[in-house]
């Protein structure tokens, strides 16, 4: 099973033929919902969508005192009941995620230009606060073979990966104890693989590079680390993971880059893989979740880098034509054999 952490919020999503110039007049919009998003509640529902056996980690917000956000005036569901009810629909389980009495969750409000496909978010925090080390040691973390985690909390997020670290040091596999090879990544060998996305535009977040097996690296980040496109991207991000690391780092409609991270930064070869750009973009609202999601499933069922990415790319473009994620799960049995059954493709 494999375990994403991190947010989840209500997505009030607004369709709009375009995007609304500066204090125009209020125009009606041509759909409205609300939709269950945060980065890590988003790859969770890709992965399942995809095929995966997954649980959502992260801390919800008790809703018994937000009788004023209500779904449906009808049926009464709540911000909590929505986003619980959501995930069971999806099969994603979430029985450990700790209810906070806090009052106040999460909520973003998202503008989707019809026109150009764009998608403009505007988030609330709220009150609730993020999860810790300790809510991390309730788990049984032996059930999951592989745990992805949202780069939004540097304040806790070393200890729990380096929880896990610890963790992998004291179970050894002995058949991965087999491969010696120096070129074979790291998650490859170690008992649960970590991935980290790391994506805001926040310099404390280089701090979790070092401790991830995985790491899938944002533009925004990367460009505060001096990079100028997705190739000088992996380059950099590189010299900051240890050797083995798999970087990733998409690049939006150029592509993405990836390597494996070496001693000697001489030895790093860095490769591309294009974008596969629709001619018309629906909605763009979690692309980038679905690439991630992608390439994190493709790595645990045992394809490697390269057609990872390459598949990365592939379903986010997929996605760009839909609203949503549920039709991926359609689209991928139709079109992606690859992603519906196992493969003994190595790096």
Same mark, same amino acid.
């Given at each position: 099973?494999?375990?994403?952490?991190g947010?989840?919020?209500?997505?009030?999503? +607004?369709?709009?033929?375009?995007?609304?110039?500066?204090?125009?007049?209020q %125009?009606?919009?041509?759909?409205?919902?609300?939709?269950?998003?945060g980065?890590? +509640? #988003?790859?969770?529902?890709?992965? +399942?969508?995809?095929?995966?056996?997954?649980?959502?980690?992260?801390?919800?917000?008790?809703?018994?005192?937000?009788?004023?956000?209500?779904?449906?005036?009808?049926?009464?569901?709540?911000?909590?009941?929505?986003?619980?009810?959501?995930?069971?629909?999806?099969?994603?389980?979430?029985? #450990?995620? *700790?209810?906070?009495?806090?009052?106040?969750?999460?909520?973003?409000?998202?503008?989707?230009s019809?026109e @150009?496909?764009?998608? @403009?978010?505007?988030? /609330?925090?709220?009150?609730?606060?993020?999860?810790?080390?300790?809510?991390?040691?309730?788990?049984?973390i032996s059930?999951y &073979?592989w745990?992805?985690?949202?780069?939004? $909390?540097?304040? +806790?997020? *070393?200890?729990m990966?380096t929880? !896990?670290?610890?963790? $992998?040091?004291?179970?050894? $596999?002995?058949?991965?104890?087999?491969?010696?090879?120096?070129?074979?990544?790291?998650?490859?060998?170690?008992?649960?693989?970590?991935?980290?996305? =790391?994506?805001?535009?926040?310099?404390?977040?280089?701090?979790?590079?070092?401790?991830?097996?995985? =790491?899938?690296?944002?533009?925004?980040?990367?460009?505060?680390?001096?990079?100028?496109?997705?190739?000088? /991207? /992996?380059?950099?991000? &590189?010299?900051?993971?240890?050797?083995g690391? =798999?970087?990733?780092?998409?690049?939006?409609?150029?592509? /993405? &880059?990836?390597?494996?991270? %070496? &001693?000697? *930064?001489?030895?790093?070869?860095?490769?591309?893989?294009?974008?596969?750009?629709?001619d018309? !973009?629906?909605?763009?609202?979690?692309?980038?979740?679905?690439?991630?999601?992608?390439?994190?499933?493709?790595?645990?069922?045992?394809?490697?880098?390269?057609?990872?990415?390459?598949?990365?790319?592939?379903?986010?473009?997929?996605?760009?034509?839909? %609203?949503?994620?549920?039709?991926?799960?359609?689209?991928?049995?139709?079109?992606?054999?690859?992603?519906?059954?196992?493969?003994?493709?190595?790096?």
């Amino acid at each position: 099973m494999i375990c994403s952490v991190g947010l989840t919020c209500v997505d009030i999503v +607004s369709f709009l033929p375009e995007y609304p110039l500066e204090d125009s007049d209020q %125009r009606s919009c041509t759909k409205q919902s609300w939709e269950r998003g945060g980065n890590a +509640s #988003n790859n969770a529902t890709v992965l +399942s969508c995809l095929g995966a056996s997954v649980e959502y980690f992260g801390t919800l917000a008790d809703d018994n005192l937000l009788h004023s956000i209500r779904l449906n005036l009808k049926s009464g569901l709540l911000e909590i009941r929505f986003l619980q009810n959501d995930m069971d629909s999806l099969g994603i389980k979430r029985d #450990n995620c *700790p209810i906070i009495q806090c009052g106040t969750g999460p909520i973003s409000v998202v503008i989707c230009s019809e026109e @150009t496909g764009s998608r @403009t978010i505007i988030h /609330a925090k709220g009150n609730l606060p993020e999860l810790t080390l300790t809510d991390l040691e309730k788990l049984d973390i032996s059930k999951y &073979s592989w745990i992805h985690f949202e780069g939004r $909390n540097e304040a +806790s997020l *070393p200890s729990m990966l380096t929880r !896990i670290k610890d963790y $992998n040091s004291t179970h050894l $596999n002995p058949t991965l104890l087999k491969d010696d090879d120096p070129m074979t990544p790291t998650y490859r060998k170690v008992h649960i693989p970590v991935s980290v996305e =790391v994506e805001k535009h926040r310099e404390a977040l280089g701090c979790l590079l070092p401790l991830a097996d995985v =790491v899938l690296v944002g533009k925004d980040f990367a460009m505060l680390q001096g990079a100028k496109d997705c190739m000088e /991207a /992996a380059r950099i991000i &590189s010299t900051k993971v240890q050797p083995g690391t =798999v970087v990733v780092c998409p690049w939006g409609d150029q592509g /993405a &880059s990836y390597c494996i991270a %070496r &001693s000697n *930064p001489a030895d790093v070869d860095v490769k591309k893989q294009d974008a596969y750009v629709p001619d018309k !973009i629906i909605d763009s609202l979690g692309a980038g979740d679905t690439f991630n999601s992608t390439v994190i499933y493709c790595l645990h069922k045992g394809l490697d880098v390269s057609t990872s990415v390459d598949l990365g790319c592939r379903i986010a473009s997929e996605k760009l034509k839909i %609203r949503g994620f549920k039709g991926i799960r359609d689209i991928v049995k139709k079109s992606y054999t690859q992603l519906c059954h196992e493969s003994g493709t190595t790096n």
